[in-house]
Structures are given as C-alpha cells and as structure tokens.
C-alpha cells in the first residue's frame, strides 16, 4: 500500500508541477536571471512565405494583408507555396503577381513542411517568416519580427497568435489555452528561448535553415535546430497576427492529435536536446513544457487508479477522489452538451480532458507508425 501512495503523490506532484510548478519557477528565473535581446532599426530582406491547400477563401484577403505591412515594398519578397491546391486558390494568387507575388506550385501534394524546404532553396531574403494562409498581421509585425535579428544571438523569433472574438465553447476553450500557452513562452523567452515556433508567425535567419523531413512539424523541429545551432528563439509579444479558431471540439481534436503524433515523432529524432549537460535551461523547459505535458494523460489515470485503491487507507484520499470524480463529472456533462451553450465550470474540465485524450491518441497513433504528412485546414474539415 506505501508503493501505491507513493505512486498517488508522485502523480498528483508530477501533474501540479506540469500546469502551475513550471511556470511559477519560470517567473522566478525571469526575475533573477532575465536575458534582454538587442533590439535594432535597420530593414535587411525578408522574404514572407505563405503556406496553402484550398484557401481559396482567405488567400486574397492574406496577399492584401500581407502587401499592406509597414515594411520597406523592395525588401519584402512574398511567395505562395501552394500544396497543389485543387481548388481557386492559384488562380487568384496569380491575380496579384503584378504586384510582386510569387506563387510556388507542388506538383504533387507532399505537405507544408516539403513546400517550405522548396521556398526556402527560392527565397532571397536574409531573413524569413513563416506564415498560414487565414493568418492576418497587424501592419508592424514584420518590423517588429525582424528587429530581433540585431541581436547576433537570436536566430529565430516567434510572433503573438491571437484568436478573433470567440463565439462558440471551443473557440473560448481554445483562447483560454492559448492565453496560458503564450504566458509561459513569454516567460521561456526572458531566461533564453522558447520551446518551438507558431506556423501563423515566426521568422528565422536563412542561414540557419535545415530541410526537413515531410512529416516533421516545421515550426517545432525549425526552432529546435535553431536553437541546437546555439542561437536563441525567442518570443515577440508586439508582432501580432489574428486568426480563426478551429470552431468545434471535434475538429480541434483532431488538429491536436495530428499535432501531438508529429511533435512526438519528431521529439524521439531530437532527443539529444532533452540533455541538460549539453542545453541547460531549454533542455529543461523542453522535457517541462512539451514531453511531461504530453505524457499527462499517463499520470491523470494513474492517480486516478492509485486515488481508488488508496479510498480505505485515509480521510484524505476521500477527498482527493471527490475532487477528481466531480472534474471529470464536469468534464463529461460539457462533453454531453458539447453542441449548445454551456458554462465555463464545464466547458473548461472538458477541454482539458480532450486535449489529454488527444495527446495519448497522437502518441499512440506515433508508436503504430501512423504519419501526418498532409492535412486539411481546420475550416475545412
């Protein structure tokens, strides 16, 4: 039985340190430990590369968008990357090729991550930003991408994602999330890099580039051999780009599955990084953020189990399972009224049970040999 509680209270340490340990010691090393970046003025060439399949409902307002930013027109260089779309979406990013659009055609659909290594071998900027077809930029957040490049130290930066108004329980779900994520990659960012990019806004330095395996997720493995190279990825909190949430749980669940199995896949090729012998503070922001909170779903269930064998032994244990049973009750009265309007007590255990469900589906599915190469867009699914 003292095996079983001392398994209980790892768990139940484990899974308090993942959600408000990590970032609680992150605020303490910002403050102890901070690494300003060198910020600069000068406007060295960027070329914008914009990755789509079927967007042929946001593509015209992207290419707008992406002409209108505050950025010197003779250094920025914009290339479409279309993933053998089917649909209009060559057709019109052809219409603003007089404006100085590229469009790079994949004669077959191999993925985004196959169409950026092809437009980085094209693209003529020093610098490179990586974005999504739905994702629009405020009129600076170029200039305030590139000016971290004057620090020699920086090799890539990451870009604020935010969500339009939320209307429906996902979508609110889903930005309370991101909130949450934002903050601890603010933090991460303070004491060296963050752990991984944002595919709707990052930028590297071209010189850093490595091509990538198709089923790598680019803007998780593009960061980390940048940062393996010894130079910084940080975060830029002013470099603002809005988009659409996925719009349901079903389809975000499914985006997070696909992201999970990729991020994995691509973790146990990179796994010289979780080393802290060789990458001190990120390798142990790296095993905090990304590989102890994808193995969570590992010691919520244990806990749980360990929590019902442990009823007999302790007052406290009954209190531990009352407080577990009525988040997963919560939990599952979202689930059953996924579809209408619901309060936050439920839609938020429902949430965090789903993208549980879905990191242990996409691990799973990694160890089964199943691969995300290509995918359609959430708003097409």
Known sequence: MIMIEVTFWAMAALLIYIYAGYPLLLTVFAKIRPRPVELGTSSPAVTLVISAFNEEDVIAEKLENSLAVDYPHEKLEIIVVSDASDDRTDEIVKTFMNQGVILLRMTDRGGKTLGLNEAVAKSSGEILVFSD???????????????????????????????????????KSESAYWK?????????????????GDGAIYAIRKELYQPMAADALSDFVNPLQIVAQRRRCIYEQHAISAEEAAGSYAKEFRRKIRIVNRAWRAMMSMKFMLNPFRFGLFAWALI???LLRWLAPIFLFTAFVANVALIGVHPIYIATLVVQVSFYGLALLGAAQREQRIAPIMYIPYYFCLVNIASARGIFEAYRGKTYATWSTARAD
């Open 133 to 171: 077809a739905n994702a629009m930029y405020q009129t600076d957040s170029v200039r305030m991408l590139v000016r971290n490049f004057e620090d020699l130290h920086v090799g890539a930066v990451v870009g604020e994602s935010t969500y339009e108004v939320s209307t429906t329980d996902a979508e």
């Open 180 to 196: 949450y994520e934002t903050a601890i990659k603010r933090l991460e960012s303070e004491i060296g890099s963050t752990v991984g």
């Open 288 to 290: 905090s953020h990304k």
